[in-house]
């Protein structure tokens, strides 16, 4: 079974800074792995996904993540943000067996963008 | 496109009722489709994952008689709540893919407060 740990619970951060969200996973096979962002009320959103290739992946709204396989991390990060990124922010993972996708979801970050 | 709607996003209901929300995947046909239960500050927990045509598979610890899913077509999946009661009140979210090892598409959520 797989298992996912986003260090952080909350992350305030100053506009135009940069940010670095945590997550680690744990599984006991080859995974694939998520980031996605969740506005108030609203249903989530795909940053970017790693499934294979190169370790760095880059999503949408200026957000990256590097894959690191002996760290088990896949740490997201923002060179500049914006007041818009305040949201949370969940790391998931999937693992590669066939059928049904089911993703394991972390706990959250709560990205709050300061002006 | 991959748009997937919810509806109702809200609703209100008292205590012993039964309350129904849809699922449609709005541009493409979903070979699988999901349904998460969020409480407030907290992840997404997976219920469970449906077919087109076929039962449902729960995840271990939902009720599947308390939480009915019908996935009648390839664009739509059903989730009632049967006999709703105030520990029911959640964050209830869809998601549906393409097929196997796709990603998953989320819908907006439906709040769902039992009174």
């Known amino acids: 079974a797989q298992s996912v740990t986003q260090l952080d619970s909350q992350v305030p951060v100053f506009e135009e800074a940069p940010v670095e969200l945590r997550c680690n996973y744990s599984s006991s096979v080859s995974v694939y792995l998520f980031w996605y962002v969740q506005y108030p009320n609203q249903g989530l959103q795909l940053l970017l996904k790693?499934?294979?290739?190169?370790?760095l992946v880059k999503g949408i709204n200026g957000f990256e993540a590097e894959f690191n396989k002996s760290q088990t991390s896949f740490h997201l990060r923002k060179p500049s943000v914006h007041i818009s990124d305040t949201a949370e922010y969940f790391c998931a993972v999937s693992d590669l067996g066939q059928g049904a996708q089911k993703l394991v979801f972390g706990q959250g970050t709560r990205l709050t963008i300061n002006p | 496109g991959a748009v997937v709607s919810q509806h109702p996003s809200w609703v209100i209901c008292k205590s012993g009722t039964s309350v129904k929300i849809e699922c449609r995947s709005l541009?493409?046909?979903?070979?699988?489709m999901f349904w998460y239960r969020q409480f407030p500050k907290q992840s997404l927990m997976l219920m469970a994952t449906s077919n087109e045509g076929s039962k449902a598979t729960y995840e271990q610890g939902v009720e599947k008689d308390k939480f009915l899913i019908n996935h009648a077509s390839l664009t739509l999946s059903t989730l009632t709540v049967t006999s709703a009661h105030p520990e029911d009140s959640s964050f209830y979210i869809c998601?549906?893919?393409?097929?196997?090892?796709?990603?998953?598409?989320f819908g907006p959520g439906t709040r769902l407060l039992v009174l």
């Open positions: 790693y499934l294979s290739g190169s370790t």
């Open positions: 998601s549906a893919d393409r097929g196997p090892l796709e990603t998953q598409y």
């Open positions: 541009d493409f046909q979903a070979t699988t």
